[in-house]
């Protein structure tokens, strides 16, 4: 799951629009989070938002599908799809698909647990 520094810096760039994002490299991609919430990744190259019921139907439209990896001999997939090439390309689009991807990360976000104090 190697991301380019290139890959890095145009996405980075690409997102400006989309105030507060940040990358942390994860599992040898990145994640892409705002306000401590992740609602992207990146890996190959290739950027995926969070979808859930609400903003799944708008990636399904446009023949993406969801991210996919190999657990334990089997694929398995998580609830980030891949954001169609022309969308990458025009920054005011893709900061509308990723303020839907943070929207949905927001409500599918587990909430914190307490922590005990000693």
């Not at 190697?2 to 890095?8: C, G, N, Q, R, W």
């Not at 990744?41 to 995926?48: I, K, M, P």
């Not at 859930?52 to 997939?77: H, L």
Request: glycine share 8%.
């Amino acid at each position: 799951m190697p991301v380019s520094e290139e890959f890095k810096v145009f996405l980075a760039d690409q997102l400006t629009g989309f105030d507060g994002v940040q990358f942390r490299r994860m599992f040898g991609g990145l994640g892409t989070f705002r306000d401590g919430l992740m609602f992207g990744l990146v890996a190959d190259d290739v950027f995926y938002l969070k979808a859930d019921d609400q903003n799944r139907p708008t990636f399904k439209a446009n023949d993406m599908g969801p991210f996919t990896y190999e657990r334990a001999g089997k694929p398995a997939s998580l609830s980030y799809w891949e954001v169609p090439p022309e969308v990458l390309e025009n920054s005011d689009e893709l900061a509308e698909w990723a303020a839907g991807a943070w929207d949905a990360a927001r409500r599918n976000a587990k909430p914190k647990k307490k922590r005990k104090r000693k």
